[in-house]
Nanobody, 124 residues
Framework: QVQLVESGGGSVQAGGSLRLSCVAS???????MAWFRQAPGKEREGVAV????????FYAGSVKGRFTISQDNAKNTVYLQMSSLKVEDTAMYYC??????????????????WGQGTQVTVSS
């Protein structure tokens, strides 16, 4: 059974930190994995991506320097360390997995599997 299970969300004050985890199971051969977020009334936005083989990472401009994506292959887990959180980071956060060439990493259509999401709420 294919699963992506996110955890680690919660409520935090602006300036605080959270670490999200995404545990993958039931599939292999992932080319890259990403974190997306979606706030109410807004489109789903790519936040960060990691290319599994080379551990290359890219970030959305709005989070660069504050968020770090990483992977632990032994645990089949991808993390998103979020620091210096801002109110505008409030959203549901999802992890997603892509295969083969995929497509633009920022496009949700490039991903085959998605987790159920974990809520991050940042208050002022």
């Amino acid at each position: 059974q294919v699963q992506l299970v996110e955890s680690g969300g919660g409520s935090v004050q602006a300036g605080g930190s959270l670490r999200l985890s995404c545990v993958a199971s039931g599939f292999t051969g992932t080319t890259y994995m990403a974190w997306f977020r979606q706030a109410p009334g807004k489109e789903r936005e790519g936040v960060a991506v990691i290319f599994i083989s080379y551990r290359t990472t890219f970030y959305a401009g709005s989070v660069k320097g504050r968020f770090t994506i990483s992977q632990d292959n032994a645990k089949n887990t991808v993390y998103l360390q979020m620091s210096s959180l801002k109110v505008e980071d409030t959203a549901m956060y999802y992890c997603a997995a892509a295969f083969n060439q995929g497509g633009p990493w920022t496009s949700p259509e490039s991903y085959v599997y998605w987790g159920q999401g974990t809520q991050v709420t940042v208050s002022s």
